[in-house]
C-alpha cells in the first residue's frame, strides 16, 4: 500500500528528491509524487517492479506471460520508453522490441539492493529531457552509512533469504558494509532462481526456468571538495522457456516445438562527488561520470511438421542481439539567492550522453529429411539489422527556480531545459544487403520544455498546488530507421527523417493535507499529447514498384485525464484506544482519447481502488496488515477494427505480517489473492481480440504465499 500505514519512521518522506533534483520538502511540490522505502519493499515482500507497485493506482506494469515478462512501467495509461527510468540519477537502458522473437524488454536494479524509488507522475522533461514525458521513476541504491546506520561500529552485515509459490522461486542476498578511517565501502549479491508463475485459469503456463544473479559495490571516500563516491553495478537474467502455448495457433499451426533461451547482462559503473564548498557560483553541488549498458541475447528454436506437397519438415534457429551502451556525464548545482520576503532557491545544470546501439538478427533454417540448410527464412536472409548502427548524442541544460513569497506560504516554481539532439546511423554491409533501396537518416534538432508550478500554503496542514509541464520526446532511432526488406512479402519499411518530437502539455491542481490524524494527497490531471509516433504506417504500394511501403509518422494526437488521491489515518490520534491502528484509501480514475481517431486510447488501466488496515504492536516486535484492491471492469476500449477482449472486474484480498523474532532478525509473510480469485490485469491484454484462445494464459495466479527472513549483524 505504498509506504507503511502507521508504524514506521515517516521521517524520510518527507523530502523527495525526483521533483526538483534535491530535497524538497513534499509540502513544496506541486506534482503528485510516490515514494516506496526499503522498508515498505520489504514488508510488502516485493521482488520486482510489478510487485514494487501492487499497491500503487495509477502505476501498472504490463507481461508477457508466454516468455518475455515484465515490460516497462506505465504511469497514468503511458508507459514504454516514454517514461524516464533512473538508477542512483543515471537513466537507464531503454526497451527495444521487434517481431515475435525479439524484445530486449527494461532491466532494472535489484530489489535487494534498492533503498527507495520515487515516481513522478505527469510529464517532467523540464528536468529530465527526453524519455519523461509520461513520467519518472527514480531509483537510489543502498549507501554503506544506511547499512551502517542500521548496525553497531565499523562494519554491518545483512542476510535476506525468501520464497514464493507462485513461481517456485527462492530468493538470497548478502550485503557487508563497512568504515576504515574516511572510507565508507560497501558490497552486495543477490540471486534469485525460479519457474514459471502459476495461473488460477485452466490453462497450463508454459515451463519456464530463470536465474538472476546481481552485484553492487559502492566505495565513499573523504577528498578535497567533498566526499567521491565510485559505484559498480551488474546484473544478469538468464531464462528458457518453452512456449507450448502457440503450438498449433495462428502463424504457428504447423509448428511442433518452439523453445527460447534468453539472457540479458546489465552492467553501470560511475564516479561522483558532492561538493560541499559554498562559493559564489552554487552552495552545494554534485557532479557524476559514468559508463552503462546492456546486452541482450535471445535465440529462438522451432520444428515446423512437413506440408506436402512443397515444405518439407524444418528446424529454425533464430538469434537476436541488442546492444547499448552509453557514456554520459552529468552536473547539478543549488544556489539561493535573495532574502526577506522573496527567496529564490536556484538548481541548474547540465547532462550529456553518447549511446551506441547495435542489433542484429541471424538464422538458419535445416531441412530435417535432407538435413540441407539455408539463411533464408520466410523470404528474409540472415544475417540482418533491423535498424543501422546508431550513435546517440543528448545534450542538455536546465534552470529550476523555487521562488518563495510572504513566509513561505506562497511558493513559485518556474522550469525551462533545453535538449539538443542528435542521430547518426552507420550504414555497413550486413545493413546494406538487407535495405538496399533504403539510405537511412540522420536527426539534428534542438527541444525545449518549459514548467510552472505553484503551491500555496493555507495553514499549517493544508495547502494547494497548481502545474503546468510541457513534455517532449526525441524520434528514437528504430522508428526513425526501421530496416524491413522482405521481397517475398513484396513489402519495404522507409526511413523517415523527417519525424518530429513527441509532444506533451500536462495541467495539474490538488491538495495536500499533512501530518495527523489524517494525511491526503487528491489531485485532477489533464495531459494534451502530440506528434505521436506511430511505428510502420502503411503507405500503400508504390506505383513505380509495386512495393507495399511502411514508415513510422507523427499520426496521433491524444488526451488523458483522470483524478487520483491518497488518504491515510493515524488511529492514534482519534483514541488511545486506536493506539498502533493505521488505515490508507487510495485510488485512481483515469480516461484517454485518441483525437485523430476518436476512440479510446487502449493504454489506459481501468479504475482501480485499494483500502488498507494495519496494526502495529505498541512493542514493535510484530504487525500486521489488510489490503484489499478492487478493479473496475474495463468499459473502455478502441473497438473500431476488431471487438477487443475486455476485462472483468475484480477484488483480492493480501494479508502481510513482519515479527522482529530478535532484534536483529525479522521474519515478513505474505498471503496473496485470500480468495483465490481469477482475475485478468487489462495492462496485460489490451489490444488482443475477444475471441483470442490465448487471453486464459494471462490469468493471474490465485491464492499464493511468499516469506522472507532478514538478519543484520
Not at 529564490?344 to 549511446?355: C, I, L, N, P, W
Not at 474495463?634 to 477484488?651: C, H, I, K, M
Not at 487489462?682 to 495466479?701: E, F, I, K, M, N
Request: charged content about 25%; overall charge negative.
Amino acid at each position: 500500500m505504498g509506504q507503511p500505514v502507521t508504524g514506521a519512521d515517516d521521517s524520510s518522506l518527507e523530502t523527495v528528491m525526483v521533483y526538483a533534483r534535491r530535497l524538497t520538502p513534499v509540502s513544496r511540490v506541486a506534482a503528485t509524487v510516490t515514494v516506496i522505502d526499503q522498508a515498505r519493499i520489504e514488508t510488502t515482500l516485493a521482488t520486482d517492479i510489478r510487485e514494487l507497485v501492487r499497491y500503487e493506482p495509477g502505476l501498472s506494469v504490463r507481461n508477457d506471460p508466454f516468455r518475455f515478462g515484465l515490460d516497462t512501467i506505465s504511469v497514468r495509461g503511458l508507459g514504454g520508453n516514454r517514461v524516464a527510468v533512473e538508477v542512483d540519477g543515471i537513466p537507464a537502458a531503454g526497451g527495444f522490441a521487434v517481431g515475435s522473437y525479439a524484445d530486449s524488454g527494461r532491466a532494472y536494479v535489484d530489489a535487494a539492493f534498492v533503498d527507495r524509488v520515487e515516481f513522478l507522475r505527469g510529464p517532467a522533461s523540464s528536468l529530465y529531457g527526453s524519455d519523461a514525458i509520461g513520467g519518472v521513476v527514480a531509483m537510489t541504491t543502498l549507501t554503506p552509512e544506511s547499512l551502517l546506520a542500521r548496525g553497531e561500529g565499523d562494519y554491518a552485515v545483512r542476510t535476506d533469504a525468501g520464497f514464493d509459490s507462485a513461481s517456485d522461486g527462492w530468493r538470497a542476498a548478502a550485503l557487508a558494509a563497512g568504515a576504515i578511517g574516511g572510507t565508507q565501502w560497501l558490497v552486495g549479491y543477490s540471486r534469485r532462481e525460479g519457474h514459471e508463475s502459476d495461473t488460477a485459469a485452466d490453462v497450463t503456463p508454459n515451463p519456464s526456468e530463470y536465474a538472476n544473479d546481481s552485484a553492487l559495490m559502492k566505495v565513499t571516500g573523504a577528498v578535497p571538495g567533498g566526499p567521491m563516491t565510485l559505484t559498480a553495478e551488474a546484473g544478469r537474467i538468464q531464462q528458457a522457456t518453452d512456449v507450448d502455448a502457440f503450438l498449433g495457433v495462428g502463424r504457428f499451426l504447423n509448428t511442433t516445438a518452439l523453445a527460447g533461451d534468453d539472457e540479458m547482462l546489465r552492467y553501470r559503473v560511475s564516479l561522483g562527488q558532492a561538493l560541499t564548498g559554498a562559493n559564489a557560483a552554487f552552495d552545494s553541488a554534485d557532479w557524476n561520470a559514468y559508463w552503462q549498458g546492456t546486452e541482450t541475447e535471445q535465440e529462438t528454436y522451432e520444428v515446423r511438421r512437413a506440408v506436402p506437397p512443397r515444405t518439407p519438415p524444418a528446424q529454425l534457429d533464430r538469434t537476436f542481439k541488442f546492444d547499448e551502451s552509453t557514456f554520459g556525464v552529468e552536473f547539478t548545482a543549488v544556489k539561493s539567492l535573495g532574502s526577506g520576503s522573496i527567496v529564490h532557491d536556484v538548481v541548474y545544470g547540465f547532462e550529456a550522453t553518447r549511446s551506441e546501439l547495435d542489433e542484429l538478427r541471424d538464422g538458419l533454417q535445416t531441412n530435417l529429411i535432407t538435413g540441407a540448410t539455408t539463411p533464408t527464412i520466410l523470404g528474409e536472409t540472415f544475417p540482418l539489422r533491423d535498424l543501422p548502427l546508431s550513435t546517440v548524442v543528448e545534450i542538455g541544460a536546465f534552470v529550476r527556480d523555487e521562488v518563495q513569497f510572504d513566509d513561505a506560504r506562497w511558493t513559485l516554481v518556474p522550469a525551462l531545459r533545453v535538449d539538443y539532439y542528435e542521430l547518426t546511423p552507420e550504414t555497413d554491409r550486413i545493413y546494406r544487403e538487407d535495405n538496399p533501396a533504403t539510405e537511412p537518416a540522420g536527426v539534428d534538432e534542438v527541444s525545449f520544455a518549459p514548467k510552472l508550478g505553484a503551491t500555496y500554503r493555507i495553514n499549517d496542514r493544508l495547502g494547494v498546488f497548481f502545474q503546468y509541464a510541457h513534455g517532449f520526446r526525441s524520434p528514437p532511432p528504430e522508428d526513425v530507421n526501421i530496416g524491413l526488406e522482405v521481397p517475398l512479402f513484396n513489402i519495404r519499411a522507409i526511413p523517415n527523417p523527417d519525424l518530429r518530437p513527441e509532444t506533451s502539455d500536462g495541467f495539474e491542481t490538488g491538495l495536500r493535507l499533512t501530518g495527523s490524524p489524517v494525511a491526503l494527497t487528491a489531485s485532477v490531471f489533464l495531459t494534451e499529447y502530440g506528434d505521436f509516433i506511430e511505428s510502420k504506417v502503411n503507405l500503400g504500394v508504390d506505383p513505380a514498384t509495386g512495393v507495399t511501403l511502411f514508415q513510422s509518422q507523427n499520426v496521433a494526437e491524444a488526451r488523458i485525464y483522470g483524478a487520483e488521491f491518497d488518504a491515510r489515518v493515524d488511529g492514534s490520534a482519534w483514541s488511545p484506544r486506536l493506539q498502533g491502528w493505521s488505515g490508507r484509501l487510495a485510488g485512481s480514475w483515469t480516461r484517454g482519447e485518441d483525437l485523430t481517431r476518436d476512440v479510446p486510447l487502449n493504454s489506459i488501466d481501468p479504475p482501480r481502488l485499494v483500502l488498507g488496515m494495519r496494526y502495529d504492536a505498541p512493542s514493535t516486535r510484530w504487525g500486521s496488515e489488510l489490503a484489499l484492491t478492487a478493479v473496475e471492469a474495463q468499459r473502455e476500449g478502441d473497438r473500431s477494427r476488431a471487438e477487443l477482449y475486455r476485462t472483468n472486474g475484480y477484488a483480492t484480498l493480501d494479508w502481510l505480517a513482519n515479527v522482529n523474532i530478535t532484534p536483529r532478525l525479522r521474519l515478513n509473510i505474505g498471503l496473496f489473492n485470500l480468495t483465490d480469485t481469477e482475475y485478468i490485469e487489462w495492462s496485460d491484454v489490451r489490444g488482443r481480440v475477444a475471441d483470442d484462445p490465448l487471453v486464459p494464459y494471462y490469468t493471474r495466479a490465485g491464492f499464493n504465499a511468499s516469506a522472507s527472513l532478514r538478519y543484520d549483524f
